[in-house]
């Protein structure tokens, strides 16, 4: 496959990942607020025996060349488990995907997003949503909005180039995920703080700590609240007991007890919020290498971190629940309670909250009532086949 000068070959060889791996970090360099992610996890994304995500989905990755070098990089692949899901959700049956999208000019881009569509024509995909890096519990989203200023640990950051370059290839908006700029150093508006209050005098409530001793149990609790809670909203896929397992054992080293609440209402729980300090700024000079200091510096600084920005990616209450002010209540007080312990204990003095989805009405007003602002856009966009 070919377009002018550009030829795509299929990833087939561990000398084909390297390079593939590798464009990322050359393309971005001279990017000031790209923070190169450590290779280790990048690698352990895309080996099929490592990341369980290949357990449920197909992936073929592409390189574009030029002359002899690499000048860009594509993933195609499908989740089985998203054609499980109504299509009004976003997902459903014939539901491709392409991501990890990096491109040297428009010329590549176009050659790369050719070749993915025709792969996932080839599967039997009638419909495109792209980019979703591979998952859409990973990076989904082009940025399009706050390209001056580095994301935070788990998001991602493209060339404000490429928003052309896909829109030319026919794509529309399907849906935009929002994050949110939030100061915490001096708490929030009185109305939270009364709502805050009103639920410490509910006997009902318990806000709690998660315990790393049974961590676990834990990890399994906030999964099984987090797959019940997000299960109707747009592009969900569930998590499996595999993914579960991977996820919490990856997380687990820099997940603090005071930094993941657990609400419970009548003895069960029912919701939670997850909150992390911001690793970007750790790695960022790591340049993506670990080893042979940088690892001592991670551990370090893992063993007691401090860190004025926090990121709160995932949050949830049970559906059953879900529209109710008992709802807000919870949400406001995991926020508060977390909000003490990282400025604190870690010095925080602001935090991003989401991603959160452009239709999310709840989720948005409980941001508008903290004074969040919208600081980071990104867009899924979405093509018939």
Not at 36 to 49: G, I, Q, S, Y
Not at 62 to 80: E, K, P, W
Not at 222 to 250: C, M
Request: hydrophobic residues 45%; charged residues 25%.
């Amino acid at each position: 496959m070919a377009s002018a000068e550009v030829s795509i070959l299929p990833v087939t060889t561990k000398a084909d990942r390297k390079a593939f791996i590798d464009l990322a970090y050359r393309l971005n360099a001279s990017d000031p607020h790209w923070v190169p992610p450590l290779r280790a996890d990048v690698e352990e994304l895309l080996n099929p025996a490592k990341n369980p995500f290949f357990e449920h989905a197909e992936v073929q990755l592409f390189l574009a060349y030029r002359g002899g070098q690499v000048v860009g990089r594509i993933s195609a692949h499908f989740d089985r488990l998203a054609w499980t899901l109504p299509p009004e959700q976003g997902m459903g049956p014939g539901t491709g995907n392409w991501g990890l999208f990096e491109a040297e000019d428009e010329a590549v881009a176009a050659a790369l997003i050719e070749t993915a569509e025709e792969w996932l024509h080839q599967q039997g995909m009638t419909r495109v949503l792209a980019p979703i890096s591979l998952s859409i519990w990973d990076e989904p989203g082009l940025l399009v909005k706050g390209f001056d200023h580095d994301p935070v640990i788990m998001m991602g950051h493209h060339s404000p180039r490429y928003r052309a370059w896909i829109e030319a290839r026919g794509y529309g908006h399907a849906k935009s995920l929002l994050t949110y700029d939030l100061p915490i150093a001096d708490g929030f508006p009185p109305l939270i703080n009364r709502i805050v209050a009103s639920g410490e005098k509910n006997p009902r409530i318990r806000i709690r700590r998660a315990d790393k001793s049974r961590f676990k149990e834990e990890a399994e609790l906030v999964f099984h609240i987090l797959n019940d809670a997000w299960s109707q909203n747009w592009g969900f896929v569930p998590i499996t007991q595999r993914e579960i397992d991977y996820v919490a054992k990856k997380m687990k080293p820099i997940i603090r007890e005071d930094l993941l609440m657990i609400a419970e209402v009548d003895g069960e729980p029912v919701a939670f919020m997850l909150t992390f300090p911001d690793l970007n700024r750790v790695i960022k000079p790591f340049g993506g290498k670990l080893f042979p200091f940088n690892f001592i510096k991670l551990l370090l600084w893992a063993r007691k971190p401090v860190s004025d920005r926090m990121r709160v990616p995932l949050m949830g209450v049970v559906k059953k629940l879900q529209s109710s002010r008992l709802a807000s209540q919870l949400a406001f007080m995991m926020i508060e309670y977390i909000r003490r312990e990282a400025v604190s204990e870690l010095g925080a003095k602001t935090a991003e909250i989401g991603w959160i989805l452009d239709d999310n009405q709840g989720m948005i007003a409980i941001a508008d009532a903290i004074d969040s602002k919208v600081n980071r856009e990104y867009v899924i966009y979405q093509k018939g086949l």
